[in-house]
T-cell receptor, first 113, second 114 residues
Framework: QKEVEQNSGPLSVPEGAIASLNCTYS??????FFWYRQYSGKSPELIMF????GDKEDGRFTAQLNKASQYVSLLIRDSQPSDSATYLC?????????????FGKGTHLIIQP | EPEVTQTPSHQVTQMGQEVILRCVPI?????FYWYRQILGQKVEFLVS????????KSEIFDDQFSVERPDGSNFTLKIRSTKLEDSAMYFC????????????FGSGTQLSVL
């Protein structure tokens, strides 16, 4: 049974600060890792994906992957009130398309103005 | 921006009734999915569909569930005999050859089983 664990929060961060979101996964065979943002009552929206160990940056977002520790994180720099949402970590065996994603329950992030 | 369209946005049904949830994936996409999210819970994978057949399904997707692509544009999820525990938000999603790198979710159908 694949598991993806996240601290449910809420995580409260002042505007302009760095928000750090963490995720661990149980299946050592997982190959692809995704961060989604979900606003209340809305569908998930892909923010970033990462396949290789290390960091991947996209604008204000940085994803970090450590396969040895089975750990994925997302950093949000210069946090804005519009970043307030639930952030979902998801993993996949391949990333190709046929396999299902396994999601964590999400971390509720609140950016305080 | 292309989008995945789901109808209806809300569906209320009685326990034991059949429901069909409808989705129009993005036109040039190849992979189609159904996920569900029970209120306050995680998003759960139900089924993936490629080349007119099921690619993978989860333990949730039992004999009460079926999917169909009846024409070139629609993708449907049927629940034959709904249970109270089927109440959830059902998301359709689609992707092209890039797979999950470009996965788009629809806005969802909120299913309430009474």
């Amino acid at each position: 049974q694949k598991e993806v664990e996240q601290n449910s929060g809420p995580l409260s961060v002042p505007e302009g600060a760095i928000a750090s979101l963490n995720c661990t996964y149980s299946d050592r065979g997982s190959q692809s890792f995704f961060w989604y943002r979900q606003y209340s009552g809305k569908s998930p929206e892909l923010i970033m994906f990462i396949y290789s160990n290390g960091d991947k940056e996209d604008g204000r977002f940085t994803a970090q992957l450590n396969k040895a520790s089975q750990y994925v994180s997302l950093l949000i720099r210069d946090s804005q009130p519009s970043d307030s949402a639930t952030y979902l970590c998801a993993v996949n065996d391949s990333g190709g398309g046929a396999d299902g994603l396994t999601f964590g329950k999400g971390t509720h992030l609140i950016i305080q103005p | 921006e292309p989008e995945v369209t789901q109808t209806p946005s809300h569906q209320v049904t009685q326990m034991g009734q059949e429901v069909i949830l409808r989705c129009v994936p993005i036109s040039n996409h190849l992979y189609f999915y159904w996920y569900r999210q029970i209120l306050g819970q995680k998003v759960e994978f139900l089924v993936s569909f490629y080349n007119n057949e099921i690619s993978e399904k989860s333990e949730i997707f039992d004999d009460q569930f079926s999917v169909e692509r009846p024409d070139g544009s629609n993708f449907t999820l049927k629940i034959r005999s709904t249970k109270l525990e089927d109440s959830a938000m059902y998301f359709c999603a689609s992707s092209g050859l890039l797979g999950y790198e470009k996965l788009f979710f629809g806005s969802g159908t909120q299913l309430s089983v009474l």
